[in-house]
């Protein structure tokens, strides 16, 4: 069976620190991946999608940045991590139309 | 344009009510719905989906959704709710397949009072 992992599960980070959060995908191969934030009573943003290896699309531009170094593995990164970047961190995958979500990371920039 | 609208951004129910959330949908093509559900902290989890065949679907933990394409709608049922169904309910809309992605709705959090 598939499953989706994240890391890590909580982050406190002070303003203008770097970032990097990690998913990896077991159990599929060449899934669709995504990255999502959501926002304290705010619903979806979609980030990032991948549909392969160094494959990136942008949906929102913004402080962060995505890469797919291997084919189920998917990072999102920051330079410089402002305020306004602190929120729960949601990283999916898909490969029929139904997406599966991980766990999430609770990001906190202060 | 695509859009997916839950008109309710709270409910509250009694345990052992019956809960209906609803959702409304745009999409230009023939769209693959989705319900999600997320606990506090926790990611979603995939409730039920529908693709195509029978428009009343069955989903994990008493959970059932009907397609109603003269209404552009898919709202969520269950007929009689627990204290753990409280949790937060999104619907969502996409193209189905290997390609496209989902449009989510912003979400209904529903509360149970005991």
């Known amino acids: 069976s598939q499953t989706i992992h994240q890391w890590p599960a909580t982050l406190v980070q002070p303003v203008g620190s770097p970032l990097s959060l990690e998913c990896t995908v077991e159990g599929t191969s060449n899934p669709n991946l995504y990255w999502y934030r959501q926002a304290a009573g705010r619903g979806l943003q979609l980030l990032f999608y991948s549909v392969g290896i160094g494959q990136i699309s942008s949906e929102v531009p913004q402080n962060l940045s995505a890469s797919r170094p291997q084919d189920r593995q998917f990072i999102l990164s920051s330079k410089k991590l402002l305020l306004s970047d602190s929120g729960f961190y949601l990283c999916a995958w898909s490969n029929q139309g139904e997406q599966y979500f991980g766990p999430g990371t609770r990001l906190t920039v202060t | 344009a695509q859009s997916v609208t839950q008109p309710d951004i709270h409910i509250t129910v009694s345990e052992g009510a019956s809960l209906e959330l609803r959702c409304n949908y745009s999409?230009?093509?023939?769209?693959?719905l989705f319900w999600y559900v997320q606990s506090p902290g926790q990611g979603l989890q995939l409730l039920l989906k529908?693709?195509?065949?029978?428009?009343l679907v069955q989903g994990i933990k008493g959970f059932e959704a009907e397609f109603k394409r003269s209404q552009s709608s898919f709202n969520l049922r269950k007929p009689s709710v627990h204290w753990s169904d409280a949790a937060e309910y999104f619907c969502?809309?996409?193209?189905?397949?290997?390609?496209?992605?989902?449009?989510f709705g912003k979400g209904t959090k529903l509360s149970v009072k005991p």
């Open positions: 969502a809309v996409g193209p189905g397949g290997s390609q496209g992605n989902l449009i």
């Open positions: 999409y230009g093509a023939t769209p693959y």
């Open positions: 529908y693709f195509s065949g029978d428009t």
